[in-house]
Nanobody, 114 residues
Framework: VQLQASGGGLVQPGGSLRLSCAASGNIFSTFSSFGVDWYRQAPGKQRELVAGLTSGGFATYADSVKGRFTISRDRAKNTVSLQMNSLKPEDTAVYYC??????WGQGTLVTVSS
């Protein structure tokens, strides 16, 4: 199983980005039967959980992103997305998707700067 994250880039404060995570391989065991999370790691900081989505569709968010980020899943495309709005400089980090079947995607860099 491989997870491919994409969608990162440079955005101004207040802007939006949409990250996607696509699974290949034994895809049934990745997003359909297991929950999925987005983590991020800023320079010099520990990796932190940003948002999570259970297999049943229940979403949770870190307080720092609540109301600004939305995690969603497209079962038909076997992808998971993270819509990020009202971005702040402190959202700058490498973002990782994680399947609770214990698969990590490679990171995608998000830089929020004017």
């Amino acid at each position: 199983v491989q997870l491919q994250a994409s969608g990162g880039g440079l955005v101004q404060p207040g802007g939006s980005l949409r990250l996607s995570c696509a699974a290949s391989g034994n895809i049934f065991s990745t997003f359909s039967s297991f929950g999925v999370d987005w983590y991020r790691q800023a320079p010099g900081k520990q990796r932190e959980l940003v948002a999570g989505l259970t297999s049943g569709g229940f979403a949770t968010y870190a307080d720092s992103v609540k109301g600004r980020f939305t995690i969603s899943r497209d079962r038909a495309k076997n992808t998971v997305s993270l819509q990020m709005n009202s971005l702040k400089p402190e959202d700058t980090a490498v973002y990782y998707c994680y399947s609770r079947a214990d698969y990590w995607g490679q990171g995608t860099l998000v830089t929020v700067s004017s």
